[in-house]
Structures are given as structure tokens and as C-alpha cells.
């Protein structure tokens, strides 16, 4: 399970009980799957470049921190690159 999930289970814990809502839940979940499947096929493009979501975590008041020096947030979401699968016979 990754961070993208999260939201998923947000729109059905708040909008289940309401059975008016049922449609409304099933068209948010429609649309946000819409977009986490052009999100991530925008990254396997390289649309987006892979230091986008970088950040730097280090702690520069402390001169002996341990703290990560990247974060790669593509990777607590879930998005990763495949790796290029080559295929006889198949125009690129």
C-alpha cells in the first residue's frame, strides 16, 4: 500500500454511510484514478523530470545528523520507472 491509496479510503470511510451519496463517492473515485493513471504514465515519458520531486532532508544546524540527504517522493507514492522491455520485431 502506498501514499495514494490513502485517498481512496478517505472518499468511501466519508461518503459510504450516506446512501445518497453512493454516486457522488463513485465518480471521485472514477476521476481521481483518471489522474494517478496520467500521472504516472506522464512520468514513465519523462514528462516529468525525476529530480522534481526531490527534496533535501538533511539538518544543516547539526553538524552530526544522520537524516536522509534525498527524499524521492515519487517513491513514497508509489511511481516508478519500468525498466525499457525490448521486443523483437517491434518498431520504437
Known amino acids: 500500500m502506498n501514499a495514494v491509496n490513502i ?3 478517505v ?3 466519508v461518503l459510504l454511510p450516506f446512501p445518497a451519496s453512493h ?3 463513485s465518480h471521485l473515485c472514477q476521476l481521481y484514478t483518471a489522474v494517478i ?3 504516472k504514465m506522464f512520468y514513465q515519458l519523462h514528462w516529468i523530470p525525476d529530480d522534481f520531486a526531490q527534496s533535501n532532508c538533511t539538518v544543516c544546524d547539526e553538524p552530526n545528523s544522520h537524516g536522509l540527504d534525498l527524499l ?3 517513491v513514497i507514492i508509489g511511481v516508478h520507472l519500468t525498466p525499457v522491455v525490448k521486443i523483437p520485431g517491434y518498431c520504437y
Open 7 to 9: 485517498v481512496y479510503v
Open 37 to 39: 493513471i496520467l500521472a
Open 11 to 13: 472518499i468511501i470511510v
Open 72 to 74: 524521492n517522493l515519487f
Open 23 to 25: 454516486t457522488v463517492m
